[in-house]
T-cell receptor, first 112, second 118 residues
Framework: GESVGLHLPTLSVQEGDNSIINCAYS??????FIWYKQESGKGPQFIID?????DKRQGQRVTVLLNKTVKHLSLQIAATQPGDSAVYFC???????????FGTGTRLTIIP | EAGVVQSPRYKIIEKKQPVAFWCNPI?????LYWYLQNLGQGPELLIR????????DSQLPKDRFSAERLKGVDSTLKIQPAELGDSAVYLC????????????????FGEGSRLTVL
């Protein structure tokens, strides 16, 4: 079946360090892979996405890497800040189907 | 620009009682989603609307859940009767479809309605 899963449920990183959040997926038919950030008491917020025909995409302080060979997705956050503390979800989306399927989530804690 | 607005933010009811949640999407967004989020889990799609048409309701438990999106703007999600297992956060999201500008994966979420069933 299709699934999007995360390797680690929690991750603690020292402020200023880089963090890497990993995600495994099983559905090769996904057109887009997306990372969302969810702060406590709020809805998920879009961070960055990557199309399935790409292997890297960069944003502001964030980089997403896609390895289709091993069906692995990662989110790298550079120079982490206290505001980066949140739960991060990876998700996949079919371009035509429009359905967004979320994984379980990784809680990132930035240590001051 | 106003974001997705949901109400109520919190609702506590006893089992077997009805409950309704309301969502006002971002102006101009024709696609609206209701997601269910259990504690520590990722959101799960309940229903997706394109304008006023429900185009994906395969995950909506139709024996007790219902939704509507009259006039293709606001939407309500109803549970009747509520069960203990319905305690969760109900998230509404919207997007423009076909995707026009922005990122193809971007759904805009409201802050959610947290339901507690006693």
């Amino acid at each position: 079946g299709e699934s999007v899963g995360l390797h680690l449920p929690t991750l603690s990183v020292q402020e200023g360090d880089n963090s890497i959040i990993n995600c495994a997926y099983s559905n090769s038919a996904s057109d887009y892979f997306i990372w969302y950030k969810q702060e406590s008491g709020k809805g998920p917020q879009f961070i960055i996405d990557i199309r399935s025909n790409m292997d890297k995409r960069q944003g502001q302080r964030v980089t997403v890497l896609l390895n289709k060979t091993v069906k692995h997705l990662s989110l790298q956050i550079a120079a982490t800040q206290p505001g980066d503390s949140a739960v991060y979800f990876c998700a996949e989306r079919r371009l035509r189907g429009e359905k967004l399927t979320f994984g379980t989530g990784t809680r990132l804690t930035i240590i001051p | 620009e106003a974001g997705v607005v949901q109400s109520p933010r919190y609702k506590i009811i006893e089992k077997k009682q009805p409950v309704a949640f309301w969502c006002n999407p971002i102006s101009g967004h024709n696609t609206l989603y209701w997601y269910l989020q259990n504690l520590g889990q990722g959101p799960e799609l309940l229903i997706r609307y394109e304008n006023e048409e429900a185009v994906d309701d395969s995950q909506l438990p139709k024996d007790r859940f219902s939704a509507e999106r009259l006039k293709g703007v606001d939407s309500t999600l109803k549970i009747q009767p509520a069960e203990l297992g319905d305690s969760a956060v109900y998230l509404c999201a919207s997007s423009s479809y076909p995707v026009q500008g922005g990122a193809a994966g971007e759904l805009f979420f409201g802050e959610g309605s947290r339901l507690t069933v006693l």
